[in-house]
Structure formats: structure tokens, C-alpha cells
């Protein structure tokens, strides 16, 4: 029954993925077999522990987040829980050595929304590593299947990916993040007065980051390749309308990318990738 147990707290991981993140949802399901139940079980971990910061208003969130924290570092060192989402999270984690290390910065910066509601620089690359550059490197640990050499070659693109992602949700979400938070993450950046000079100094920042992730993806083992690159392709492709709109519409109105045209980029990402066409 116990194999019951890990299959059912497995499915709930990939349930929650599957309706927080059509994106994501889709790159994991290009990945072979083996690679899908652990980058679940890392993305459901991350995703409860940021709707306890965004979403549970009117409830005690500090409180809320230290009891997540100390149920998760229970659950690892136990290696049993009776939360689903933290029991596929730790047997991901014991299985493939995660270190303890990135769990603590992912969860340090969670804490930091609780208290923090705009970023100087080396406050915005702190929670930049915490929330996003650890959990590509979580990833990257299952990719990797206990080869260091690997795992310590591409750490930085891991990073820069991850990066990439989080700027660039920053400024799809700049509106709701203000309203609804209060929070502005871009150093010396004021909502208000959002410039074109803002907008264009962030741009070429994340257009840094996805040219050293880039480098990386093609390195990665055949099996997760693929899934990986189309995460890349839908946020170059987002990317590319937030470039082509004006400082105003940033912050007037959330930019996304039309179902139907990750349908087109996921062919296209797919017979590039089986032509080596990188």
C-alpha cells in the first residue's frame, strides 16, 4: 500500500502543475519517463509555498510559511509525510541528493515577500537566486542523475535560465504585483513611473540571461532537452511581445502568449530539436 501512497501524493504534485502552469506542464510531459514524477514533486513543492505569500490574504502568512518550513525539513529528514506535496517533494530530494543549501534559499526568499515590498540591488539578487536560479538548479540535480561533472558544468546556465524567467514574470505581473502586493522587484524602478529607459535596461539584462542559458540547454541530456527548450522558446516568445510593447502597456495590462501560439511553438521547438537546429 505504501506504493499506493507515493503514486497518489505523486499524481497531486502533477495535478498542481498541470493547473498552475500550461507552460511548464507541457515542457514535462516532452521529458522521458523517468524525469517526470521528481520535476513535479520540485514544481508543486515551490508553487504551495508561493501561493502561502500571494494568495492567503487574510491569514496568518508568516505563521503559515514558518509551519510549511518546518513541516518540509521534517518531511526530509523523516523522509515520510502526511502532506502529499511534501512527501513527493522529500523522496525527490533524498533520491537525488538536492541540497539542503537550495531548499533554505528558496524558502528564505519566500519569507522576504512577507517583509519586502521593493528590491535594491543586492536585496533583488538574493530573492532572484532563492526564488529562481535554486529551483533550476533543483532540476538540474535530477537531470544530471549523480553526474557532479555535469551538474557543476552547467549550473550557470541553469541559473541564467531561471533567471530569465522570474524578470520576465516581474514584468508580466508589474501590475498585478503592484496593486495587489504593493511590490515593485526592479532596483530604483518606480510603478508610477515606469520609463522606456527602465523598460529597455531590464530587457537587455534578460536578454543576457537567456543568450548564457541557451549555451546550456543544448548540453542537457537527450531526455530532458527538448522539454527544457520549449519552456525557453514560450518565455523568448513572451519575452518578445513584453519588448514590443510600450513602458505604459507593461503596466496597464498583463502580456501573454495565446494557447494557440504555443501550440505552433511547440512543433516548431520539436523538429528543431530533432534536426539539431539550436
Known sequence: MMDLYNQVCQECSQHITKRYSTSFSMGIRLFDKRY??????????????????????????ADLLQRFRKETYRALEDKISLNPVLQAFQQTVNKYNIERALIDAFMDSMEMDLHFHTYEDSLYKQYIYGSAEVVGLMCLRVFCEGDEAMYQRLKAPACSLGAAFQKINFLRDMKSDFDERGRVYF????????TEEDKAQIEADIKQDFDDALAGIILLPKGVRLGVYLAYVYYVNLFKKIRGSSAAHVV???????????????FSSALRNHLNLF
Request: hydrophobic share 45%; charged share 35%.
Open 36 to 61: 517526470r514524477e521528481p520535476i513535479y514533486a520540485i514544481y508543486g513543492f515551490v508553487r504551495f509555498a508561493d501561493e502561502i505569500v500571494d494568495t492567503f490574504h487574510g491569514f496568518e502568512k
Open 187 to 194: 532596483p530604483g524602478v518606480d510603478f508610477e513611473r515606469f
Open 252 to 266: 496597464q495590462k498583463r502580456i501573454r502568449v495565446a494557447d494557440s501560439r504555443k501550440m505552433v511553438l511547440l
